[in-house]
């Protein structure tokens, strides 16, 4: 590449991974700025290559997660890009503001046909904060600037939130196939809709869901948060829990990839570079 991407990090009032977004985003290989909700003109200026809304509380979740965000005049600019086809991902509370703003499902454009509720499953509810297995759903990832280099394994990936649950209205349900993109599941990649494989109730078991195009992705867990093998806790079982302890023999824990690389790694690959 004779350039690198850029990649535009947006922090809202509330946002607080940001950082943490924008380091993995450079460790893999791609340029990355961080631009608060007030810097329409400077965003307009960079033209980045692609946009993250990360994790947080923006506008302290009033009124809903993510609907103040989503109402904010910079996201005309993501709104932009998304429909330009640029990638567009939402991590956490990124993927709220998506689902409000109606880029995702996306069916039509600017209508919310999503919701993202409250944690309820098998009698749980309220925030929560685990480790989670997910896998690409329908084969999502092909072609995917997100996806793609996920396979169909089960990856590791921690959650943290309280509003996570993926709802469709009844006559919305049977189109939501096209658009499912990561599904919660076990080590082995069986799911279930009972906690805790399914750890909010999400409809369908949804973690993730894109717009039809492909290049919008909401996503619930963080993967800036197992970018790093040494992220990940040593109980996880599975390919991943191996891997990390042939890497603590190895000596190399420290310096060896976690799951969460996979989704940079995908859009690195999605602009033509190679392995960071």
Same mark, same amino acid.
């Given at each position: 590449?004779?350039?690198?991407?850029?990649?535009?990090?947006?922090?809202?009032?509330?946002?607080?991974?940001?950082?943490?977004?924008?380091?993995?985003?450079?460790?893999?290989?791609?340029?990355?700025?961080?631009?608060?909700?007030?810097?329409?003109?400077?965003?307009?200026?960079?033209?980045?290559?692609?946009?993250?809304?990360?994790?947080?509380?923006?506008?302290?979740?009033?009124?809903?997660?993510?609907?103040?965000?989503?109402?904010?005049?910079?996201?005309?600019?993501?709104?932009?890009?998304?429909?330009?086809?640029?990638?567009?991902?939402?991590?956490?509370?990124?993927?709220?503001?998506?689902?409000?703003?109606?880029?995702?499902?996306?069916?039509?454009?600017?209508?919310?046909?999503?919701?993202?509720?409250?944690?309820?499953?098998?009698?749980?509810?309220?925030?929560?904060?685990?480790?989670?297995?997910?896998?690409?759903? #329908?084969? %999502?990832?092909?072609? =995917? +600037?997100?996806?793609?280099? /996920?396979?169909?394994? &089960?990856? !590791?990936?921690?959650?943290? *939130?309280?509003?996570?649950?993926?709802?469709?209205?009844?006559?919305?349900?049977?189109?939501?196939?096209?658009?499912?993109?990561?599904?919660?599941?076990?080590?082995?990649?069986?799911?279930?809709?009972?906690?805790?494989?399914?750890?909010?109730?999400?409809?369908? #078991?949804? %973690?993730?869901?894109? =717009? +039809?195009?492909?290049?919008? /992705?909401?996503?619930? &867990?963080? !993967?800036?948060?197992?970018? *790093?093998?040494?992220?990940?806790?040593?109980?996880?079982?599975?390919?991943?829990?191996?891997?990390?302890?042939?890497?603590?023999?190895?000596?190399?824990?420290?310096?060896?990839?976690?799951?969460?690389?996979?989704?940079?790694?995908?859009?690195?690959?999605?602009?033509?570079?190679?392995?960071?």
């Amino acid at each position: 590449m004779k350039d690198l991407p850029l990649v535009a990090v947006i922090q809202f009032p509330g946002s607080n991974c940001e950082y943490e977004t924008a380091r993995v985003v450079e460790v893999s290989g791609m340029e990355c700025r961080i631009f608060r909700w007030n810097q329409l003109q400077p965003l307009r200026d960079a033209s980045p290559d692609a946009f993250v809304l990360p994790g947080g509380f923006s506008f302290q979740d009033r009124v809903r997660a993510g609907a103040v965000a989503a109402k904010e005049n910079l996201m005309d600019l993501v709104v932009e890009g998304a429909s330009g086809g640029r990638p567009v991902l939402g991590i956490c509370n990124g993927a709220q503001v998506l689902v409000e703003s109606g880029l995702v499902p996306g069916w039509e454009p600017g209508r919310i046909e999503a919701a993202l509720a409250a944690n309820h499953v098998s009698g749980r509810s309220g925030y929560l904060s685990t480790w989670v297995f997910v896998r690409v759903r #329908n084969g %999502a990832g092909i072609g =995917n +600037p997100w996806l793609s280099a /996920l396979g169909g394994s &089960p990856v !590791p990936i921690p959650i943290a *939130h309280a509003e996570g649950r993926f709802v469709f209205r009844k006559q919305d349900a049977g189109r939501t196939r096209p658009v499912e993109a990561l599904a919660y599941c076990s080590h082995a990649g069986e799911e279930s809709g009972v906690y805790p494989l399914n750890p909010n109730g999400s409809f369908h #078991n949804l %973690a993730a869901v894109m =717009n +039809p195009e492909g290049n919008v /992705l909401a996503m619930m &867990p963080h !993967p800036e948060r197992a970018f *790093h093998l040494w992220q990940l806790p040593p109980w996880i079982p599975g390919e991943w829990g191996d891997r990390r302890s042939a890497a603590l023999s190895g000596g190399n824990l420290g310096t060896a990839p976690g799951p969460g690389s996979l989704f940079f790694r995908s859009l690195l690959e999605h602009f033509g570079g190679g392995a960071a």
